[in-house]
């Protein structure tokens, strides 16, 4: 399946398709998920329905993928040498004004997500799997070095507040997630969590 779609996205030159996600996430922002069709796009991006569909498939792949390129690089390799420096590191692959944008982005998406079972399947596999994976790999090493005992029952609920977090700083308190509120949620609630001091 991933070298069909490498194929099928192979036409495209890097520029364009950045242009194209540029593109649907200034419609996304604008419009809402609902709202946003394929006829949009194509007259937004000068491109035809057919070429969008041929590229993409659809709609919900092509919002998805549109918010996973517009994150960072993979930095799985990411080792500090302590589990306090890797979640830091993991948390700064944004800066306060794209993570701003996009938690507006990403809350419209799991609203939308509820009614629409194909964007709820794309917003998994492309965009919360591959970050759950990067978090993952930085609690097993924080375990394989001794760090945190393998049995903790907060292991399995580190991405679920990191992500609340991010998710519920507008709801609760009219401000938008930043680094510096991350790092600071990260030292006093998911550490301590897994029985980790902030200076570890």
């Given amino acids: 399946m991933t070298e069909v779609t490498t194929a099928r996205r192979s036409r495209l030159t890097p520029e364009r398709e950045?242009?194209?996600?540029?593109?649907?996430?200034?419609l996304l922002r604008e419009v809402g998920y609902d709202a946003l069709t394929m006829d949009a796009v194509a007259a937004r991006t000068r491109?035809?329905?057919?070429?969008?569909?041929?590229?993409w498939g659809g709609k919900a792949e092509l919002v998805v993928k549109a918010m996973r390129h517009n994150k960072p690089g993979n930095i799985k390799d990411v080792d500090t040498g302590s589990l306090r420096g890797d979640l830091?590191?993991?948390l700064a692959q944004e800066d306060d004004c794209t993570m701003?944008?996009?938690?507006?982005?990403?809350r419209a998406l799991a609203m939308a997500a509820h009614s629409h079972p194909d964007l709820r399947r794309a917003f998994k596999e492309l965009l919360l799997e591959p970050e759950m994976e990067e978090f993952e790999n930085v609690l097993r090493r924080a375990v394989d070095r001794?760090?945190?005992?393998?049995?903790c029952p907060a292991l399995e609920y580190v991405v679920h507040m990191l992500v609340g977090a991010f998710a519920t700083r507008t709801m609760i308190d009219d401000r938008p997630p930043t680094q510096a509120f991350l790092h600071s949620y990260t030292d006093a609630v998911?550490?301590?969590?897994?029985?980790?001091?902030t200076t570890t």
């Fill in 88 to 90: 830091h590191a993991l």
């Fill in 18 to 26: 950045a242009e194209l996600y540029a593109a649907v996430l200034d």
């Fill in 146 to 151: 001794g760090e945190i005992r393998a049995d």
């Fill in 100 to 106: 701003e944008r996009n938690s507006d982005l990403m």
């Fill in 47 to 55: 491109s035809s329905k057919a070429t969008l569909y041929r590229q």
């Fill in 190 to 197: 998911v550490l301590p969590a897994l029985g980790l001091t």
